[in-house]
């Protein structure tokens, strides 16, 4: 078992930036593909980055390439999302998620309760 605990959510202006935190207990941090998703009022959660267990390599949504950076801290089972050029359509509970040597943007196994970021416009 697995779980997932995010911060650094809050209000940020259009144009600005914010990190999110997700910190998972366990001593296998290491082997867990991490990813955020994110899910915006009336619309389905959507995918957002990931970064794989093995080897670190990481994949983003057309939207976040750019934008967003997804890190991992494995000596601090700490997974990053810094997220700058922040727009009002980033706005959104953002997830973390994480699964079992095992690489992909689906079946997530393991999910936090989500944190609110918010994009003033």
């Known amino acids: 078992q697995v779980q997932l605990v995010e911060s650094g959510g809050g209000l940020v202006q259009a144009g600005g930036s914010r990190r999110l935190s997700c910190t998972a207990s366990?001593?296998?941090?290491?082997?867990?593909?991490m990813a955020w998703f994110r899910q915006a009022p009336g619309k389905e959660r959507e995918f957002v980055a990931v970064?794989?267990?093995?080897?670190?390599?990481?994949y983003y949504t057309d939207s976040a390439k750019g934008r967003f950076t997804i890190s991992r801290d494995n000596a601090k089972n700490t997974v990053y999302l810094q997220m700058n050029s922040l727009k009002p359509e980033d706005t959104a509970i953002y997830y973390c998620?994480?699964?079992?040597?095992?690489?992909?943007?689906?079946?997530?196994?393991?999910w936090g309760q989500g944190t609110q970021v918010t994009v003033s416009s």
């Open positions: 970064i794989t267990w093995s080897t670190s390599n990481t």
């Open positions: 366990g001593r296998t941090f290491s082997s867990y593909t």
């Open positions: 998620a994480a699964k079992y040597k095992a690489i992909g943007t689906t079946a997530y196994d393991y």
